[in-house]
């Protein structure tokens, strides 16, 4: 089905169990409620709101101090980039949709909103995918990868546009299609549509878009912990505190929390409604998933860069007009301490970067660098 013929021949109607006159661009759905839209935009302002403030941040941080300036931040700032863009269009538009209860922008502009959100969201999704990988290498094999280079992260982060953008055009050109949702004010793929060809993409958009990427962080973050877990048995041994193996054990178990939390929702219901076309569902709660999974483009800057030391201590030294100085000093004793996963290896999480140096010494430098997925 060609996504800019939909319109015409009434394919974006007919998936809906309201009366089939109803035209999304046109006026809002009569089962809901003009105070059910009005809430829906209330919670789109405050997280398009914090988004944006908080990957402008990230973006703007990383540019400022060189320090930050590090291959695998390059991996950061591009899923604060991605998040940023899901925000400014599909948290903007959708919005200002919800003010009015309906698409009002019209079908061209849905297309381009589905499209976007899609896009960037992919985007966003691999970028994790490939953050999680980077430190799975960094951690787990530091003897084979000296330094993450800036070709490298350049390399992964070329892949990530390209493989997203792949992936999202076809809906555009006619291999499925970009639709309203069943409340009429945003725009998604069309998981609706019974057509053969149409829930063949949505399957293999699913498996690899989602999938792939889902199994690629839980395989890099399970391998770290097991890598972790055997240092700090080794230091049971020795006597030595396990406190900075279980700070990072809980950091990673968050990390993959928040990504179930924010998309398994959605990709459940997309899954569901892919099986089973016809299936009748409140277009309210049909429209939970999806607002939902904008949540995280919320939750990354928290988990992914606020809570790092050195990320922090430079946005206070940004924002901070009293306390310079002060910033400045706590920024070279941070620098100071994240020398051994900065300057050895290029990264702010690299708690074996030290297996090369004296035997000795590898225990306790192994504790001090595990600390760095915490600070």
Not at 145 to 155: P, W
């Amino acid at each position: 089905m060609n996504a800019f013929g939909a319109f015409e021949n009434g394919s974006l109607l007919s998936s809906y169990p309201a009366p089939a006159r109803w035209d999304p661009f046109r006026r809002p759905l009569d089962s809901i409620q003009p105070w059910q839209f009005r809430l829906l935009a209330a919670v789109m302002l405050v997280v398009t709101s914090l988004s944006l403030a908080e990957n402008l941040a990230v973006i703007l941080v990383t540019f400022k101090f060189k320090q930050l300036r590090q291959p695998v931040n390059y991996i950061i700032v591009n899923l604060s980039v991605a998040d940023f863009l899901v925000s400014l269009t599909g948290g903007t538009i959708s919005f200002l949709t919800n003010l009015k209860g309906y698409f009002f922008m019209g079908y061209w502009a849905c297309v381009l909103e589905g499209f976007a959100v899609t896009f960037f969201g992919i985007v966003a999704l691999w970028s994790l995918a490939l953050l999680a990988f980077e430190r799975y290498i960094l951690i787990c094999h530091p003897l084979r990868n000296k330094r993450l280079r800036s070709k490298d992260a350049a390399l992964g982060i070329v892949f990530v546009w390209s493989f997203s953008f792949i992936w999202t055009i076809p809906p555009t050109i006619g291999w499925s299609s970009y639709t309203t949702s069943k409340i009429g004010t945003t725009c998604e793929l069309n998981w609706y549509s019974g057509a053969y060809a149409d829930r063949a993409y949505i399957i293999t958009f699913f498996t690899t878009c989602f999938i792939v990427p889902l199994f690629v962080i839980l395989v890099s973050y399970g391998k770290l912990m097991q890598k972790l877990k055997k240092v700090s048995d080794a230091q049971d041994r020795l006597g030595t505190t396990r406190r900075p193996e279980r700070q990072v054990t809980r950091m990673v178990v968050f990390m993959i929390i928040a990504f179930l939390i924010c998309w398994m929702p959605y990709a459940t219901f997309s899954l569901l409604v892919a099986a089973y076309p016809s299936i009748e569902l409140d277009p309210c709660l049909a429209a939970i998933p999806a607002f939902f999974s904008k949540t995280a483009t919320v939750y990354n800057p928290i988990i992914y860069v606020f809570m790092n030391k050195q990320f922090r201590q430079c946005l206070i030294q940004m924002f901070s007009c009293s306390a310079i100085g002060t910033a400045e000093s706590n920024m070279n004793l941070t620098s100071e301490r994240a020398v051994l996963s900065q300057d050895r290896r290029g990264s702010e999480m690299s708690p074996m970067a030290v297996h090369s140096t004296i035997p000795k010494r590898k225990t306790g430098d192994e504790h001090r660098s595990r600390q760095s997925l915490v600070l």
